[in-house]
């Protein structure tokens, strides 16, 4: 099964069962992530956050109503939407592979959170774009130590075989963006020039 239909299938089928449930939230084990959601893997050196634990924190914003996201998986025009959760999900997996940190969990207290605000998603024809605010703050110190605003965008190719392919969907275009986001995020964090943390640390 192709991925971007298998995205479809899962994630249509989980958020109807939440929402006959009524719940608002979903085990991640029930949260299917596709390839097209995954940056590519990428060989890095040393971090400034090595024996650091990091949480992400829900994320937020565009992508929290999981009625709007039922509607862009079923491939009505215009609506494609990443979940929230699928984006944590993604970025769970993504820092987790990274080694940027020491370790990487999905709740908890720790020292380092990160936080997701997704502030826009759209898509136009073969074309989408996906911005993220993220903020990593030092829980020791109380206060927020680093943000930053990432837009990306993915449009596939203007060739007819691009056309013709029978997954490049608005949806997947849309996973694409957000992707490129995650990588320039983990660019980001591994680029820092030194730790924005506070010296001390607690254990």
Request: positive net charge; contains cysteine.
């Amino acid at each position: 099964m192709g991925g971007s239909i298998r995205h479809t299938y899962v994630i249509t089928s989980t958020l109807l069962t939440l929402l006959v449930a009524g719940c608002a939230t979903a085990p991640h084990q029930m949260l299917y992530v596709a390839p097209d959601l995954l940056p590519e893997p990428k060989a890095r050196g040393s971090t400034i956050f090595m024996g650091e634990e990091l949480v992400i924190a829900p994320v937020v914003g565009v992508g929290s109503s999981g009625a709007r996201v039922v509607g862009g998986a079923m491939g009505v025009p215009g609506t494609a939407q990443i979940w929230s959760q699928t984006f944590h999900e993604a970025l769970f997996r993504s820092l987790r592979d990274s080694h940027l940190f020491a370790d990487v969990r999905r709740d908890g207290k720790v020292r380092c959170v990160l936080r997701a605000d997704i502030l826009s998603q759209a898509t136009t024809g073969y074309s989408a774009s996906f911005t993220v605010r993220y903020t990593l703050s030092d829980g020791q110190a109380g206060r927020d130590v680093w943000t930053e605003q990432i837009a990306t965008s993915y449009t596939f190719p203007t060739t007819t075989s691009a056309f013709v392919a029978p997954y490049n969907t608005q949806l997947r275009a849309l996973m694409r963006a957000g992707a490129a986001n995650i990588a320039i995020l983990l660019d980001r964090l591994f680029a820092l020039p030194t730790p924005p943390l506070s010296n001390t640390t607690t254990r």
